[in-house]
């Protein structure tokens, strides 16, 4: 087996571990291999090895790798940061975007989805713990824009996403993910659904579960270690 198909075996272990450990359902949690930086070559590898959901950050290169590996039945996840004058190739290309931090890009969003695609998933993306951090909307604002999605219909609003402040040990691991769980019971409701909380990479995807993720982000646990973008 190639390394790649051996992280990827590693990783949903790990994912199953922390199911079972957690009491959460077995196969409650899904998981998105985070491609930004890694050669198609690489994506193929996990392709093969049983993955597809990709995660991709960087426009441009995510737009490339997603034309030459059309036809493959793949979903592709936008998660990087959404520049406002660049949304429509995200409605036009991409399944799902997890980092929705301003009303302006949902709207160009849900007016540039093409009609004859499904409504994009859409998660936003929320600042629970680093008020430093320059990405994510704060409670309060996640709670007014979700009220606004409810009337774009080319936007299926599925969630909250997170990324938190690197943290040492479970315990600290867990709070914020505790605490954007908690926001997402607050926002659920019968007339608004949520379903999906997209958190938990590499090092913390144990804890994130253990708070009731559902699609854990996961980079270097699968591709090995990224080269700094130049
Ligand atoms: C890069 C990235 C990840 C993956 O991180 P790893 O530590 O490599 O698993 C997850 N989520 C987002 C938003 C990212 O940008």
């Not at 909380?197 to 804890?207: F, H, N, Q, T, V």
Request: contains cysteine.
């Amino acid at each position: 087996m190639n390394s790649i198909a051996t992280a990827l075996g590693q990783v949903r272990d790990r994912i199953q571990a922390a199911e079972r450990c957690f009491e959460r359902h077995p196969g409650s949690v899904q998981l998105l291999a985070v491609s930004k930086t890694r050669p198609i070559a690489d994506i193929l590898e996990a392709v093969a090895a049983g993955q597809w959901q990709f995660g991709e950050s960087y426009l441009q290169e995510a737009l490339d790798k997603i034309r030459q590996l059309q036809g493959k039945g793949l979903k592709w996840h936008y998660i990087g940061r959404i520049q406002s004058n660049k949304t429509r190739p995200i409605a036009e290309h991409f399944d799902w975007v997890h980092s929705i931090d301003k009303a302006k890009q949902a709207r160009r969003l849900n007016e540039q989805r093409p009609d004859g695609l499904p409504p994009i998933n859409v998660c936003l993306q929320v600042k629970i713990d680093r008020e430093e951090s320059k990405s994510g909307l704060s409670p309060d604002q996640a709670a007014q824009l979700a009220m606004e999605i409810c009337h774009m219909p080319r936007l299926r609003l599925r969630g909250l996403m997170t990324l938190p402040a690197p943290a040492e040990g479970l315990e600290a691991q867990r709070r914020p993910f505790h605490a954007l769980q908690l926001l997402q019971q607050r926002l659920s409701t019968p007339q608004l659904p949520l379903d999906t909380l997209s958190m938990g990479m590499s090092a913390d995807l144990e804890a994130a579960i253990a708070e009731g993720s559902t699609l854990v982000r996961v980079g270097t646990a699968i591709f090995g270690p990224r080269r700094p973008m130049a």
